[in-house]
């Protein structure tokens, strides 16, 4: 099955990776892709599946607060990981990501690599080697990311995960390439 013309390789990135439009206010630094990244995985002939954003999903695009960009970026950053660990929101997104493990297992099941998961280090919910906690930025993962690798685990996947930034984006294509190295030995 599915011996047609397809790679048979996914990687799963982080919802703004390609669309800018769903950020939080004040934060977006590209207008609609994080081109350098989405290029680098087509020329592999990677298909790419995109996430929800969490936070568009629990909070709305002004993640609750229509003046929540005139803070500076930390302090925002905390004030919205507070709001993704309310109750309701933790539930959302445990639907949400059962979405996904459906879709890996699917995957995984017909022979298919999933090259990775691409976050996006410092956001509160989409952090892989960085979050933002107490108005810092720390190491650690984002609230979406340690709830969907848990969630993998638990279902005894393996999928490795990378953070990029679109503020360092040689640093974010190196980590990439790094990522895609580990998959040709895998
Ligand atoms: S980092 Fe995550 S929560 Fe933030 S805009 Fe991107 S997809 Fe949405």
Known sequence: MFEDNRSKRIMIVAH??????????????????FTEIVERIMKENIGIVQLPCPELQCLGLDR????????PVLEENTRIRESM??????????????KIVFQ?????????????????????SCGVETTTVKNEEVEGTGVF??????A??????????IGVKTGEIQESLNRLEALLKKAYKA
Request: charged residues 30%.
């Open 64 to 71: 609750e607060d229509r003046l929540g960009g005139m803070r």
């Open 145 to 150: 990311m340690e709830m969907l690798s848990e």
């Open 85 to 98: 660990l309310r109750e309701g929101n933790l539930k959302l997104l445990e639907r949400e990501i059962e």
């Open 104 to 124: 890996t297992t699917e995957y995984r099941k017909h022979g298919f690599e999933i090259t990775g998961i691409i976050g996006i280090n410092r956001s509160p």
């Open 152 to 161: 993998l685990t638990k279902d005894g996947q393996t999928i490795r995960m």
């Open 16 to 33: 703004c990776i390609l669309n800018q439009n769903s950020i939080s206010d004040a934060s977006a630094n590209l207008r609609s892709q």
